[in-house]
């Protein structure tokens, strides 16, 4: 709280501050943070479901911050071993989650509405349960990935899941994407058009890509990335399908 407060020091431009903790990191198993677990209802005690735990931290940074720093939002990402919903633990108004699609864990050959994939059906449900929860909930997706540098096929899905998670509550978005434009280009300007603007026509937008970008080579590059799409459309649902 005491390094909250001087982040902050009354700027009113500060919008949000991290409390997020390591990368998919193991949480602490000492019999007091057992024992908030448990004050919370939450039976496991190996550490790996403890949104009620990061909930009760973030109330209590909160509560310490000086009263003109409290417009800020405290940050932590809904993603790893705090994925699952809380349990009975309360998030306080100023309380903002970030909900990740995480490739290993979630199917990226289908939209997040899509019933035919059981990984997709589960994230869905969480979507909506921290929704209802959160008054700022983000999306966290990734239009590229590190561990792989061929064309990932994204577009049909980021135009379905988008306008679905802004439907459920959705506030923001933090979208991951590497520099592989050769690969990839196609999701960082689709994606890049659709958060300034998620009502334009996504076909429009295709056709701008193609024609403006590439000029005579564009029915062959339109035929490369829609390979590409086609080739994530038709995959059988499941992870690492790329």
Not at 49 to 70: G, I
Not at 92 to 103: S, T
Request: charged share 25%.
């Amino acid at each position: 709280a005491r390094k909250v407060n001087a982040a902050i020091n009354g700027n009113k431009e500060t919008l949000v501050v991290s409390l997020d903790p390591e990368d998919y990191s193991p949480m602490c198993l000492c019999d007091r943070c057992l024992a908030l677990d448990a004050k919370y209802g939450q039976t496991r005690q190996d550490g790996t479901e403890v949104a009620d735990r990061l909930l009760h931290f973030s109330n209590e940074v909160y509560q310490r911050l000086n009263p003109e720093n409290k417009h800020v939002y405290l940050g932590i990402l809904i993603y790893g071993y705090q994925m699952e919903l809380p349990i009975s633990a309360k998030a306080h108004p100023h309380h903002a989650g970030m909900i990740c699609n995480f490739p290993p864990r979630y199917d990226h050959t289908r939209p997040i509405n899509d019933p035919t994939s059981e990984m997709n059906r589960d994230f869905l449900k969480l979507v909506k349960g921290w929704g209802s929860l959160l008054k700022q909930l983000g999306y966290y997706d990734y239009y590229g990935h590190w561990y792989y540098f061929g064309p990932w096929g994204m577009v049909n899905k980021m135009r379905e899941d988008l306008p679905v998670f802004r439907e459920l509550g959705g506030t923001f978005l933090m979208l991951e994407a590497q520099p592989n434009f050769a690969s990839q280009g196609i999701n960082h300007y689709i994606a890049s058009r659709l958060a300034w603007n998620l009502d334009e026509d996504v076909d429009v937008l295709l056709d701008e890509f193609f024609e403006k970008y590439y000029g005579p080579a564009e029915t062959a590059m339109r035929n490369y990335w829609m390979g590409a799409e086609r080739q994530f459309a038709l995959a059988r649902p499941g992870t690492h399908a790329e």
